[in-house]
């Protein structure tokens, strides 16, 4: 399926040009503003559901608490920096788990190519945080300026009191979405009561004021000017999208074999488009549908509800401009190819519609690939240790001949308690008889052995020496296991290494 790479804009929203030869041609054309239209309809029913569900997920998620007992942050979803870790209502993942969110990632990399296989650009129309955020600013801008023509007349008329009080309260009321958007970005990262608190009254560190600046900056910018030239010519998604696509993809679409060729209402021999411009009016791009699929277009389907709207005051068939598969367009259009446009044309083609097929090769391949990303996360999320052990071997020096002829190896032991109990667990070694062991700075047990304490929900880390006597014989590598051990005597986590001295 091919995307059209340059940018269309309808022949209502184009100013007459002069025949020019393509040298005369400038390389950039400066942007042509869109001024969409209010449009009503189910498919915009549900974008506004989903934007705000979005946007209350956004702003609100922050304040959600989530006990997880004393000496813990209460915030459901928190990235801690300061402790590293990430909080995710009763999942804690830590640094040595990144693998989680990678594997995150990777789930969330194919339900997207899931998606836009079974029902094209729905993220880009629905979900896309540009998507949402600029909707969110064209209403706005609506309620304020007014609607489409009333937007144009204001721009093109002479900028007086009544311009400049209309424009500036549009953009002030996108500051304060700007500066609320950055700010609860910054309340991902901190206590969201702490943080307001103190960003109110102007104790917040730099790194804080920074990143609000950084995120409202880029929300008032990328929704308020930039819009769909993000969609167009920044976001990498249109460019590659395609290649998840194929005939059986429902895309928003223009039905040509019903449409054309185009006329007025009461015109002889034409088909049910009677130009009216609706359909280009509602885009937020500026694109006309009509013309087949775009880069630009994102899938939003407003179209389709100004095409009903249309059809409907002139008593004909609504879906003109649908959600249609490519095959039932082709199928559609040999159906229909030499018939006159009427009513039998409209019941030919619709005659030969076919259900799209949701399983297919391509959705297979996505929905197992997710079956195993998921499976795989799953499995080690289930076995995840909440106990791990890490021995760290001195690399420099390797060993140390000490005065009476013996050889020492040095190592760094880290417990990471991942719970939040606190208890001794005394370490063992399997090695060689006749090789020592020393921790400083602890005790021993009844039996000799050292015993190390494991921080509650935390990192503890200790010295450890092994000495090989005068005489001993050894290889100059020589493996040797660390073992935790509990009250019981159990093993509760091990970690192997080796023992290095001179060569034979």
Known sequence: MSTVEAPHRAKADRPAEAPASAAAQPLYASRQKVYPKRVFGPVRSVKWAVLALCLALYYVVPWIRWDRGPGVPDQAVLVDITNAR??????????????????ALILGAFALFAVSSLFGRLW?????????????????????????????????????????????????VWALIAAATGGAWVMYFNDAPTITREFLAGEAGVQVYFFFGLFAGFTYLLAGWAREQVCTYMCP????QAAMLDENSLVVTYRDWRGEPRGKLKAEGVGDCVDCFACVHVCPTGIDIRDGQQLECIGCGLCVDACDSVMGKLGRPKGLVAFETLKNLSA??????GMAPGEARF?????VRHVPRFIRPRTMMYAGALAVVSLVMLGAFLMRSTLDVTVLR????????LSDGSIRNGYTIKIVNKTREQAALALEIQAPAGIRM????VEN????????????DGIAQYRVFLTAPHGMRLHDDTPVTFRLLDAQGRAVASQSSNFLGPKS
């Open 86 to 103: 990430i909080f995710f209502f009763w999942v804690e993942i830590w640094p040595q788990e990144i693998y989680f969110l990678t594997g």
């Open 124 to 172: 880009c129309g629905f979900t896309c945080p540009q998507t949402v955020w600029t909707d969110l600013f064209m209403w706005v801008e609506r309620w304020i300026q007014g609607d489409r023509n009333a937007r144009m007349k204001l721009d093109q008329g002479p900028h007086n009191a009544n311009y400049w009080t209309r424009k500036g309260l549009t953009h002030l």
């Open 237 to 240: 998604w249109p460019r590659f």
């Open 332 to 337: 559609s259009a040999a159906a229909t190819a």
């Open 347 to 351: 019941a030919a083609g619709m005659a």
């Open 394 to 401: 001195d690399r420099a020096p390797l060993f140390v001949r």
């Open 438 to 441: 020393v921790v400083q700075d």
């Open 445 to 456: 047990d009844a039996r000799g052995r050292p015993l190390l304490t494991r921080r509650a």
